[in-house]
């Protein structure tokens, strides 16, 4: 069985600087009918008139940047659905066991055109791979709190992997060019997704039950969201 469950955020606008806003509350805790396990989807929508993505203009590494105002990734909004992506929503599935699923490749955060991609990764606890993709040098600097804070210095077409076992939010930034941005979130629970650029996400195999569901977005924090 498949729940779907809209999720409103209202805010007006977001910048580059973080900051915690509300959200409208959702309909409460979802039921999850099912044998053993069922499926959460919904989209998460942006209530505001302020849609435009953060962006710009990088002066003197156009040869590398581009000549256009690079999106930072920070503030992705559909312009027709007004869909918000990389809205990091998850069960709060109290009680059950997790069964984490095998991971046969790392995930991969990379450096294109001097930003991250993606700007947000999410993660099974494990290891990272960084990399530069870019025709300059970049840092991946890892602010971790509960995993070892890392520096990883990336030259051109450099790779690394980074071991990450403890669950935790982590800002990255590069030291070399500074409104450099991503977020790499090392899951506590396998019931999560990132939303999509639509605002579309879906959590698979959800146990059975009664559950709260959460929300996190780099400009809204983290809410409660039903």
Not at 31 to 39: D, R
Not at 103 to 130: E, Q
Not at 139 to 162: C, Q
Request: aromatic letters at 4%.
């Amino acid at each position: 069985m498949k729940k779907f469950l809209p999720l409103m955020v209202a805010l007006v606008a977001c910048d580059a600087k973080p900051a915690p806003l509300p959200v409208v509350p959702g309909p409460g805790p979802v039921a999850v009918a099912a044998t053993k396990f069922g499926a959460v989807a919904g989209v998460v929508i942006v209530k505001g008139d302020d849609i435009a993505p953060v962006t710009k203009k990088i002066v003197g590494q156009e040869a590398h940047c581009g000549a256009e105002p690079v999106d930072l990734g920070v503030w992705r909004v559909d312009a027709m659905t007004r869909g918000l992506g990389d809205a990091y929503v998850w069960i709060d599935a109290a009680g059950a066991r997790p069964e984490w699923p095998a991971v046969a490749t790392a995930p991969s955060l990379d450096n294109g055109k001097c930003v991250f991609k993606p700007p947000v990764v999410l993660m099974v606890p494990g290891d990272l791979r960084i990399s530069n993709s870019d025709t300059i040098p970049h840092s991946a600097n890892l602010d971790a709190k509960a995993n070892a804070s890392e520096n990883v210095m990336l030259p051109t077409g450099a790779s690394r992997l980074v071991s990450l076992r403890i669950p935790e939010r982590i800002e990255v930034t590069c030291s070399v060019h500074p409104w450099m941005h991503a977020v790499v979130i090392v899951a506590k629970t396998p019931w999560g997704a990132l939303s999509g650029e639509g605002g579309g996400f879906e959590v698979a195999r959800v146990p059975a039950g009664r559950h709260r569901v959460k929300l996190w977005h780099r400009c809204v924090g983290e809410v409660d969201a039903g």
